[in-house]
């Protein structure tokens, strides 16, 4: 069974810096695509950072400049670990993040399928 555990939250000043991880095990198709999500309650998730099935990387606007996502998937075909650096955080970038992974092109697309993987998600308070 394919497995997606998010570490690295935790509470920061603004203008700080964290680095996410995801740890992603069992055979995922390296045809799907991978990427972070972060969900603020009451709003509806969106997409922060992903790498689509051609391995090309989009950013959320919100993020651009700020946030570098990266994997590393050369242990073996049955792990893999997903990072998202994130530098001059701001309180608006408080959210619960959130790591998956399938067969989608787009955050749009990962929020329609029923088929992928989600991760239980990591939270990130930026605060003063």
């Known amino acids: 069974a394919v497995e997606l555990v998010e570490s690295g939250g935790g509470s920061i000043e603004p203008g700080g810096s964290l680095t996410l991880s995801c740890a992603v095990s069992g055979y995922v198709y390296r045809a799907y695509s991978m990427g972070w999500f972060r969900q603020v309650p009451g709003k509806e998730r969106e997409g922060v950072a992903y790498f689509d099935s051609d391995e090309r990387v989009t950013y959320a606007d919100s993020v651009k400049g700020r946030f570098t996502i990266s994997k590393d998937s050369a242990k073996s075909s049955l792990s893999n670990t997903l990072y998202l650096e994130m530098n001059s955080l701001n309180p608006e970038d408080t959210a619960m993040y959130i790591c998956?992974?399938?067969?989608?092109?787009?955050?749009?697309?990962?929020?329609?399928?029923?088929?992928?993987?989600w991760g239980r998600g990591t939270q990130v308070t930026v605060s003063s």
């Open positions: 998956a992974a399938g067969p989608w092109q787009t955050p749009a697309q990962a929020l329609e399928t029923e088929f992928g993987y």
